[in-house]
T-cell receptor
């Protein structure tokens, strides 16, 4: 299957700092990528859709000024958690559709812990 | 009513047994149906996807969709300890640029 990478795989930071997470499609181009968040023992919840060359679209209840998304190229999307707080601690996962949205491939996830 | 219902388990079965995992949904706009497997602290891995009612088989896995009942299933034959993971059903409305709607996931344990 297609390969999607994420970096870093885990990060610990102090409250109030900003954290950037990268998502890359390694062997295909993706004009659209998706960012999800998963809390312990919960399912994945879609946060936002990252669009190459245009603004991201956010799901209801997700603060766009707090979770900045930049789709810099056809293989790279970044999620920046600004002024992170302990309640932002979660597992952040990106996905990219290879052929169509029904074949979304997920990255390995980034575990964020805010102290 | 939640859009997707999935029993979180855990579901524990002996090695070699046939496993049945199920989800129900309420959104008639869902057109594509997927099953993902997620190991602890890892990203989900796509197992199967389908868009029509009926059965789709891939090796030891069979996905079954009943659109009239809004019910999907995943069957695993000859289950192995390595199949122990969380299995997530997922749906797509078919807009082409939509994110997926996930069930909560069923934690499956295959006992050696």
């Amino acid at each position: 299957g297609a390969v999607v990478s994420q970096h870093p795989s885990w990060v610990i930071c102090k409250s109030g700092t900003s954290v950037k997470i990268e998502c890359r499609s390694l062997d295909f181009q993706a004009t659209t990528m998706f960012w999800y968040r998963q809390f312990p023992k919960q399912s994945l919840m879609l946060m936002a859709t990252s669009n190459e060359g245009s603004k991201a679209t956010y799901e209801q209840g997700v603060e766009k000024d707090k979770f900045l998304i930049n789709h810099a190229s056809l293989t790279l999307s970044t999620l920046t958690v600004t002024s992170a707080h302990p309640e932002d601690s979660s597992f952040y996962i990106c996905s990219a559709p290879q052929r169509g949205a029904e074949t979304q491939y997920f990255g390995p996830g980034t575990r964020l812990l805010v102290l | 009513q939640k859009e997707v219902e999935q029993d979180p388990g855990p579901l524990s079965v002996p090695e070699g047994a046939i496993v049945s995992l199920n989800c129900t949904y309420s959104n008639s706009a869902f057109q594509y149906f997927m099953w993902y497997r997620q190991y602890s602290r890892k990203g989900p891995e796509l197992l199967m996807y389908t868009y029509s009612s009926g059965n789709k088989e891939d090796g030891r896995f069979t996905a079954q969709v009943d659109k009239s009942s809004k019910y999907i299933s995943l069957f695993i034959r000859d289950s192995q300890p390595s199949d122990s993971a969380t299995y997530l059903c997922a749906y797509l409305s078919g807009g082409g640029a939509d994110g997926l709607t996930f069930g909560k996931g069923t934690h499956l344990i295959i006992q050696p």
